[in-house]
């Protein structure tokens, strides 16, 4: 069987280069193994492993300019112009390096590319090389990285990984998450880690003061963490050294760093290096300080194989699989540098306990992670996808998996599942989520994601936060432990239980939730590895400062997951009498002062800050239909409070009615009239937005108080009219002059109409059907606790000329706006808002029709869009506003996505998968050349995944 490789950059120092090359030398003594490169960057290779295997180049960066490695006749002229232009194959978002030089000779390459199986090492190598290959050849990808959070550089995967025979993860994590998003157009998916590479290793002999790390000095890599941890502990460990290994553009950031921690002498920065297993017999301790993007790091296998203890961050994926906590290794919760050095700081005290680890480690990895047994699983699987090739399914089967990909969502994008940042669960704990699972007779309880949850298709976050509190809550109860709630700046719930009841509520909750699908996230954990755990596990767990009680909710689509982003956190607070030397940054004459009942915080913070005088309750708060204890600060009004009302308004047509079309087509002067940009369809398009805008409402944003929603004497079929938080406002019960100023088909007539809806707050949200809330928000997101409102800047400039005949409607508007408060104000306007809700004062609008009184009315009677009009809500409020004192700038995550450009429907994916953006908007280009149908596809596909569930406002709901 002849087995190719397909890398990008066989030359460099990567862990994907590594664990290529080490799988294809495991499988070469039985198969006719190559590897190509896409590109030549060095001379030699980095890796000596490189060097025993055949390796074929396709384009030499060695040589200026790069130029192919076959024989060619193309001259140097040729070449610079092919280098220069953007690779067609695969797109610059998803890889950069790529250009139509690589283009030509991939295509040349693997057109004709004579083997039996094709393996493929990252997403934008499988883009290109699944449309160009043979079709009796094998396509398997070895994905290195955990998809879900890569970002763009995994869109080609979701996108093409249906044209695949296999696709191969390193961690069950990423293969659960994959197998959701893809669903039946799934390839068959595998799991097969990295193995240990074959040959001696030396060992370390546990003596050493040395601490080992091998990363490359990027971004991601975070090796300023572990020079920070390690200044933390350098004066109580003074024989101790951080060397470190790799190059990358932070060397001179790293350089400075330990200059200004002074320790020039005890931290080396020493480059990359090919010979690590020497390096790995010297060390006594090694650090693994990356993100969210390892999958299973090789530099792990090794140092274990070497005998070397690990202190990781618990990421995503990865360490977690690969260190064994309290065995052969520390976990520590990701990105926290005090716990790192802590952790350090407990193996470099301990040599006894730094010695049993490094028995443990040789051990433990040689019987998890043998060459054998794992070349073993990569040659079942390349013989037998070879066998059956040519079987008339295999080809029927791709097809069919394409052509389910395509009608989920379009040719660039595809619904995905949420990821959660929690470590995967170990064995025994996947073990007792079965058992938990097959004792459920309601048949809702599902793995999603790794872990157990309840489908359901009709649970709102803001139900789902409340349902946290309350089964945490009554959990506590049932053993009589004391706790108060606590008011914080987070959307979640959070109870204070003094930290000498730790071990009965642990204990309480364990009882209380024992055999259910509900988990505690681990804060700060002593004895434990950090992140999830059946919440039945607690009892026992050790010392924790805090946990996180959740139980995972998933929608039938399985593209909403509500997890311990709803949360009830039990935080465990000590008293200040405890810490009277003033460790915690108090003295100790104030913890006396504050009495024996006075606590802090063991993290964060509430509303009333970090100490409290006691934890016995003194009132009560009202959450959903229940009470709970609390103390007298939190159940008054605070300063911060937003204690007003707040509405939302939506303007919106339905373009499929025949009546509203026939009193359109009266209006317009011709047929001339329905080519502006101004006047075309696209501008009252209805895709059923509407719908999942207002479920985006009642999913993030509850404290919305009622919505009213003004159309042209349309109402939506879903809409249930009885519901008593909406209103349906015609626009003849709006205008002052309807007979002058209806029918208008002009948005920013209308909008200058708003503040005469009758029973609307004076602080109200306006909306566009084509605006979302992405993720929870509170009333203090759009307006401070004094009444001033919120807007946000956009990075757009609004063009400093006069109005042009030319100017598109909006733009017009936006500088009739500027010349206007220039010439009230003296001052120039220069750029415009967010696409997201305006914040608006129904004042502050009724102020501007008075003191503007003839430039509003000609915009009020403007039927169509004209380069007269004032854009009253969308821009001049907010500058008004702020000239006159009521209104701030603020920041807000935003995004928006042109439906009508393909290159930005990739984004729809970004947004699903992160959930990210407090709000984004999904507009339409008037000049797109895309079908209507394609966009109809994927703003449908989207928007019933990112909003699943039913609104209250919908019939039936």
């Known amino acids: 069987m002849k087995i190719t490789y397909l890398l990008g950059w066989g030359d460099e120092m990567g862990g994907t280069e590594l664990a290529t090359y080490t799988q294809a030398q495991h499988l070469a003594d039985r198969h006719d193994v190559e590897v190509i490169s896409v590109f030549r960057t060095r001379p030699e290779p980095f890796f000596p492993e490189a060097r025993s295997l055949p390796v074929r180049y396709l384009v030499d960066r060695t040589a200026s300019p790069e130029r192919p490695v076959r024989a060619s006749r193309l001259d140097e002229a040729a070449c610079r112009t092919l280098a220069a232009l953007p690779s067609e194959l695969i797109k610059p978002s998803w890889e950069s390096a790529f250009d139509r030089l690589s283009d030509i000779e991939m295509a040349a390459a693997l057109t004709t590319l004579d083997t039996d199986v094709l393996v493929t090492t990252t997403p934008a190598l499988m883009a290109a090389a699944v449309g160009l290959v043979p079709a009796r050849v094998v396509t398997v990808h070895q994905e290195h990285r955990p998809t879900q959070r890569r970002g763009p550089s995994g869109e080609p995967l979701l996108l093409h990984a249906p044209r695949l025979d296999a696709l191969v993860t390193l961690t069950e994590r990423t293969r659960d998450w994959i197998a959701e998003s893809l669903g039946a157009t799934a390839p068959e998916l595998a799991v097969i880690p990295n193995a240990v590479p074959d040959g001696f290793r030396p060992r370390a002999d546990g003596e050493s003061k040395v601490i080992v790390m091998a990363a490359r000095l990027t971004g991601e890599k975070r090796v300023d963490h572990a020079v920070r941890a390690f200044a933390e502990v350098a004066d ?39 010979d690590m297993a020497a390096e790995w017999a010297k060390a006594g301790l090694t650090l693994m300080t990356a993100g969210h993007n390892e999958a299973f790091p090789l530099v792990l296998l090794e140092a274990l194989a ?50 049993g680890y490094a028995h443990a480690a040789r051990e433990g990895v040689y019987a998890r992670f043998s060459s054998t047994d794992v070349t073993a699983r990569w040659q079942e699987l390349y013989s037998r996808l070879v066998a059956r090739r040519d079987a008339p399914e295999r080809l ?3 097809a069919d998996r394409v052509a389910l990909g395509v009608a989920s969502g379009g040719s660039g994008f595809r619904p995905t599942t949420p990821y959660t940042l929690d470590a995967a669960p170990g064995a025994d704990e996947r073990a007792r989520e079965d058992e938990i699972a097959a004792a459920d007779t309601s048949g809702l309880v599902i793995r999603s994601v790794g872990r157990l949850a309840e489908r359901r298709d009709d649970v709102l976050a803001p139900d789902m936060t409340d349902w946290n509190l309350e089964l945490t809550a009554t959990a506590l109860e049932s053993k009589d432990i004391p706790y108060v709630l606590v008011r914080t700046s987070d959307t979640t719930h959070t109870l204070a239980v003094a930290d000498d009841e730790r071990d009965g509520a642990l204990k309480a909750l364990a009882e209380s939730l024992h055999g259910q699908p509900v988990y505690a996230e681990l804060i700060h954990p002593r004895d434990a590895a950090p992140g ?63 009495g024996t009942d ?238 997201a809700p305006y914040a608006l004062h129904r004042s502050v609008l009724a102020e501007l029709t008075e003191r503007f009184p003839e430039e509003l009315a000609a915009t009020a009677r403007s039927r169509f869009r004209s380069n007269s009009d004032l854009a009253l809500v969308s821009s001049l409020h907010h500058h008004y506003a702020y000239l006159t004192g009521r209104a701030v700038p603020s920041g807000i995550a935003y995004d928006f996505v042109d439906i009508g450009s393909r290159a930005d429907h990739a984004r729809l994916g970004q947004l699903l998968q992160g959930r990210n953006k407090t709000a984004f908007c999904i507009g339409e280009s008037p000049d797109s050349d895309l079908a209507d149908e394609e966009m109809a596809l994927a703003i449908r596909s989207f928007l019933a995944a990112y909003f699943p569930v039913r609104s209250p406002y919908e019939r039936g709901a």
């Open 532 to 594: 999830v755990v059946l919440a039945e596990r607690l009892d026992g767990i050790g010392e924790v400062a805090g946990v996180k009680v959740f139980k995972p909710v998933t929608t039938t689509t399985l593209s909403l997951r509500h997890g311990a982003g709803q949360s009830c956190t039990v935080a465990f607070w000590p008293r200040f009498a405890d810490d009277t030397d003033g460790t915690d940054g108090t003295d100790g004459a104030y913890a006396v002062a504050g």
């Open 306 to 355: 070497a005998g070397v203890p690990v202190v990781a961050y618990d990421v995503l994926t990865g360490p977690a699989e690969i260190v064994r906590h309290r065995v052969d290794g520390l976990l520590v919760p990701p990105g926290e540098i005090h716990e790192l050095a802590a952790a350090m700081s407990e193996l470099m005290g301990d040599p006894e306990t730094r010695r």
């Open 236 to 274: 109580a460990y003074p024989d101790w050294t951080l060397r470190v290994f790799g190059g990358g553009h932070r060397e001179q950031h790293l350089r400075r760093l330990v200059d200004g921690f002074g320790l020039q002498d005890r931290v080396e920065l020493l480059g990359p290096c090919q």
């Open 598 to 835: 006075a606590r802090r915080a063991p993290f964060g913070t509430t509303l009333a800050g970090s100490e409290l005088p006691s934890l016995s309750p003194t009132a009560t708060l009202r959450v959903a239909d229940r009470t709970y204890p609390t103390l007298d600060v939190f159940a008054q009004l605070l300063i911060g409070d937003v204690d007003f009302p707040i509405d939302a308004v939506y303007t919106w047509v339905d373009d499929s009615d025949p009546e509203w079309h026939t009193r359109r087509k009266a209006a317009l002067g011709g047929p001339d009239d329905e080519l502006s940009p101004d006047h075309g369809a696209v501008r009252f398009r209805n895709r059923d937005e509407l719908r999942y805008s207002m479920r985006s409402l009642a999913m993030y944003a509850p404290w919305i108080r009622h919505i009213y929603l003004v159309t042209a004497g349309q109402t939506p079929s879903w809409l249930n009219e009885d519901h008593p938080d909406v209103t349906v406002v015609d626009h003849r019960d709006l205008f002052a002059d309807p007979d002058a100023a209806l029918p208008t088909f002009n948005s920013h007539s209308i909008e200058s109409q708003l503040h005469r809806i009758e029973g609307l707050s004076e602080h109200f949200l306006y909306l566009n059907d084509d605006m979302f809330l992405g993720r929870p928000t509170t009333p203090d997101t759009f307006f401070l606790s004094s009444g001033t409102a919120r807007f946000f800047w956009s990075t757009a400039s609004v063009p400093a000329l006069p109005v042009s005949p030319d100017d598109e409607g909006y733009l017009a508007a936006a500088k009739n706006n500027r010349d206007l408060l220039r010439r009230e104000f003296g001052r120039t306007t220069t750029h415009s808002f967010f696409h």
């Open 396 to 398: 029927d089967g791709r």
